[in-house]
């Protein structure tokens, strides 16, 4: 059983006004670490009633790229899988910028990528398709030991990827790591698209799959 859960501690920093007079916090990780215990109790109990494999989704992955003091954000997210008998994922979301292309942040996971090798999950999920494959070079830096789920559907548009479409994504990626080490997805989630539009674009995914998985059985 598979369980996505975010956002974490560092995420929900976002959302407060640490000047306001009234918070008792004076700054992010103050807040983040006091958050931890919280969250790490969730998600054994989340193992403890059958979950194996667990997606934390959370957005302080960016503050890695923005801040060269930041480092406390990977202590806090070791904390927050310490002990976990699980699975972990990380999703670190560059693919819902509904109306954007987001290619002015094309070199933001080349900069930050090997920061995050210092964060204790097994699988990294990135996104990928909006910005038209530009920046997988990144995946070069990811560590042999690890997977990376990749985002190969683009879920900001009602526009159905065709199956070539995705292959000539997926062969991308795989310039880049090798497909043992390979999930395919879609950029972030599809709940902001009609229900046909994501089973079309989902179905399409499945076929592009099969496609290069039959490829590479015949190389």
Request: hydrophobic content about 45%; some cysteine.
């Amino acid at each position: 059983m598979k369980v996505s859960v975010g956002a974490g501690p560092p995420n929900l920093t976002y959302h407060v006004d640490f000047n306001h007079p009234s918070s008792r916090y004076k700054e992010a990780r103050q807040l983040a670490e006091d958050l931890v215990p919280i969250f790490n109790a969730d998600l054994k109990d989340l193992v403890a009633h059958g979950a194996t494999y667990i997606q934390v989704e959370d957005l302080g992955a960016w503050m890695l790229a923005l801040d060269d003091k930041s480092d406390w954000v990977i202590d806090v997210m070791n904390a927050w899988v310490d002990g976990v008998d699980a699975k972990i994922a990380w999703h670190c979301c560059l693919g819902a910028g509904y109306g954007n292309t987001f290619r002015a942040v094309e070199d933001a996971l080349p900069r930050v990528l090997e920061r995050w090798m210092a964060v204790n999950v097994e699988q990294f999920a990135l996104d990928f398709a909006l910005r038209d494959m530009a920046d997988v070079k990144a995946l070069d830096v990811v560590d042999k030991d690890r997977e990376v789920q990749v985002g190969v559907i683009d879920i900001r548009t009602l526009y159905i990827e065709s199956d070539d479409e995705i292959v000539a994504r997926i062969h991308k990626v795989l310039e880049h790591i090798e497909p043992e080490r390979v999930y395919l997805s879609t950029d972030c989630g599809l709940k902001a698209l009609p229900r046909f539009c994501a089973y079309e674009k989902l179905r399409a995914l499945s076929r592009a799959a099969a496609r290069v998985r039959a490829e590479i059985g015949n190389a």
